[in-house]
């Protein structure tokens, strides 16, 4: 399935859109003449962000929006639909990151995590691939990380929600290829964010924690520009690419895992008659 080719005129949302990777996105998506819903849980930051979309030139809104909670994400969908009459591409893009010792996590921590880091990718992606499916049109863009490739063991609960939106991602995308719906999933690296002051968004219902994203500054500080990424994600909508990777380098980290895969499959026993084959769960 060809990917979108002509971005200019058609509607984005994206999440987190008012800082960091997502501020990347919409600075981009605008040069391309699109219409962006800029969705952020911080919703002054959503407003200001399209305000200065608009003083650009693009038509822009911005939206109060907790991912975690499906309600605000199928609000954010009527709002932008409202607006513009339709999306054509989602970026699920909205994340935290907070860094630790296995010991240190508690259930709020991974609790949050995975509200935020999966669960508000899976409420976009089902609303807006719903909205996409009705009209045989449209591409979704999940943001995951190096880390759902190359586990860290400092950020286990961040870690595990990005793994998992790999996979979801995965599924995802074969579920709605037949539709005429494209899904990537962006993997960046270290990008120059301010990922690293998550821990102003922690709600109180998490609890306290000696985990913290200020773990992450010293990497945040050194990373891409968010607006080559948000090139690099255009590139990846264009070609319905299935991954979006920011630094190549960073595969490195990846072969150990795909090494010690291989010598499992190959200690693993021969296939016997009867025993389902690849080509039954395609």
Known sequence: MAGIQDLEGKTVVVTGGGSGIGGGMIRRFAKQGMQVVVADIEGDSAELA????????????????????????????????????????????????????????????????????????????????????ERGSGHIVNTASIGGWAPDPNCAPYTTSKFAVVGFSEALRRDLEEDGVGVSILCPGPVATGMAKADRLRPASAGPSAATSLAAEPVMAVGMP?????????????????????????????????????????????????????????
Request: hydrophobic share 45%; net charge negative.
């Open 50 to 133: 399209a305000k200065a979309l608009r003083e650009e030139g693009a038509r822009a809104i911005g939206i109060a929006c907790d991912v975690s909670k499906r309600s605000d994400v199928a609000g954010l969908a009527d709002a932008a639909i409202a607006e513009f009459g339709a999306v054509d591409v989602a970026c699920n893009n909205a994340g935290i990151f907070f860094g630790g010792k296995l010991r240190e996590f508690t259930e709020g921590d991974w609790e949050w995590t995975m509200s935020v880091n999966l669960m508000g990718v899976v409420h976009g992606s089902t609303i807006f691939g719903q909205h996409m499916a």
């Open 226 to 282: 968010p607006d080559d990424v948000g090139d690099l994600v255009i590139d990846g909508i264009r070609e319905n690419a299935t991954y979006v990777f920011t630094h190549p380098d960073f595969g490195v980290a990846f072969e150990p895992r795909f090494d010690e895969m291989r010598r499992a499959l190959a200690r693993a026993p021969k296939p016997r008659t009867g025993d389902v084959s690849p080509e039954d769960l395609s």
